[in-house]
DNA sequence: TGGCTATTTGGCTAAGCTGCCAAATAGATT
DNA sequence: AATCTATTTGGCAGCTTAGCCAAATAGCCA
């Protein structure tokens, strides 16, 4: 593993690591529909404003958002379009745990 | 967001969370070529042997690697195939912000 | 200006993660 | 059985994260 791949990984670590929370999730999920002010998206989280403010300061940084100040509020909207194809290979991961389980349930049931 | 949706977000960041780390990915792009022992990861990766161990365990947890014991060793393998096209968005994220660095280092040198 | 709303920042605590060492476990070999 | 290799588990120190409250900042409106 050299250091340019070192770099990589690390680069694509930070990307995944802002994306795993489930609200900041809810917010890319939300962004992926239209723009939304911070309040918009506090009330909808249902979670004190500064935590909010926070959740997505970190998916700015990690460039998964952008934002744009317009008069008293700040408007947050996706910078990447693709992210709803992101998900394929997370639901395909879902699907198998859920047949693992039910699998696993049939066998304790009829050993 | 009711409790279902609330649950699957959680379910989802699970998954992107058991990724987001330097080491796990390279074990998951080890792994996208073929089946590998603890030791042979251990080696690649230069860690301690318990902490690949335990960044395995992590992997297994998440649903995204499957192990198999014979013999003396155990050899993991991906659980799911489809990893490989995950990083279409993380690498357009990562271009992205390639390009913005570049634009702003462009224009504090022509401002 | 003063007050109002929207947002960010600082500070704190509780909880979680990472990596190492040491110890335990499991299989193979002599 | 004794020993060797491979792997996992327990435990700890150091660091990071999440969430809340309080305070600071920024723009709007009377």
Known sequence: MNNHHRQQLEAR???LKAMA???RLFIIEELEKE????????????ADVSTV???LAQLKQA???RDDKRGNQVFY????PCILNFFGCVEAVLT???QQQSAAATLRVRP
Not at 35 to 46: H, K, Q, Y
Not at 77 to 80: E, I, S
């Open 13 to 15: 670590a930070r990307v």
């Open 21 to 23: 929370h489930p609200t």
């Open 35 to 46: 723009e939304r002010s911070v309040n918009d998206l506090t009330a909808m989280v249902g």
């Open 53 to 55: 403010s926070k959740h």
């Open 63 to 65: 460039g998964l958002v």
């Open 77 to 80: 909207r996706l910078a990447v």
């Open 96 to 98: 198998e745990q859920l």
